[in-house]
């Protein structure tokens, strides 16, 4: 894939279980999260967002936690299904308004 | 779909060929982004256009030529490139930088694979 020169972290994790994707981010100041799936042969796309004055954000199967002492973003994944496998990225946005991408990590999923 | 589109989809060009990427969005936005996103490096912006009116260039060789003749289209040229540019080139828009909150979410094309011979 277009990241493995990168040595990403890799998550396997058996179908039905939980997943939980960790990402650390650099700017304090930083006021809104976002995280975007990437599957093979296509272009990032949105999970979820979060804003700086929430801790906790939920969508459909998806958890987003954010953890502004330690600059920590995760997120979480229920009942993980193949569909899943892809690499994940956060992304924060910066004091000049520009979204800044982590390096990603790859989730597979076993059946 | 997301509702951005890029074409082509697959590009192999030699060192002193001139081709073009293009990319279309949809979504009524007004901000259109241009991203590398190659083996070794996570996903680096490259320009951003905001109302049609280019708003940043981080640092990119003059060899890649952006333009954005109105809010729903975007190209980039390119000329004169090097193996080292080979990656995939990703497009997207979004509402408006400056917003706040949901204004930046980006919605991205599928992308171009460029190969630089």
């Known amino acids: 894939g277009e990241n493995v020169g990168l040595h990403l972290p890799t998550l396997s994790v058996q179908e039905g279980d939980n997943s939980i994707i960790n990402c650390a981010y650099s700017?304090?100041?930083?006021?809104?999260f976002i995280w975007y799936k990437q599957e093979s042969g296509k272009g990032p796309q949105f999970i979820i967002d979060?804003?700086?004055?929430?801790d906790k954000r939920q969508g459909q199967r998806v958890t987003v936690l954010l953890n502004k002492t330690v600059k920590h973003l995760s997120l979480q994944i229920a009942a993980t299904q193949p569909g899943d496998s892809a690499v994940y990225f956060c992304?924060?946005?910066?004091?000049?308004?520009?979204?800044?991408f982590g390096a990603g990590t790859i989730l597979r999923v076993k059946s | 779909e997301t509702g951005v589109t890029q074409t082509p989809r697959h590009l192999v060009m030699g060192m002193t060929n001139k081709k073009s990427l293009k990319c279309e969005q949809h979504?009524?936005?007004?901000?259109m982004y241009w991203y590398k996103q190659s083996a070794k490096k996570p996903l680096e912006l490259m320009f951003v256009?905001?109302?049609?009116?280019?708003?940043e260039n981080n640092s990119v060789p003059s060899r890649f030529s952006p333009e954005c003749p109105n809010s729903s289209h975007l190209f980039l040229h390119l000329h004169t490139l090097q193996p080292e540019d080979s990656a995939l080139y990703l497009c997207?828009?979004?509402?408006?930088?400056?917003?706040?909150?949901?204004?930046?979410?980006?919605?991205f094309g599928p992308g171009t694979r460029l190969t630089v011979l």
């Open positions: 997207a828009s979004s509402q408006a930088p400056g917003t706040g909150g949901n204004g930046n979410e980006q919605f």
């Open positions: 700017n304090s100041a930083s006021d809104y």
């Open positions: 979060i804003r700086s004055n929430m």
């Open positions: 992304a924060e946005l910066n004091r000049f308004d520009k979204l800044v």
């Open positions: 979504l009524g936005h007004n901000a």
């Open positions: 256009y905001n109302f049609k009116e280019q708003t």
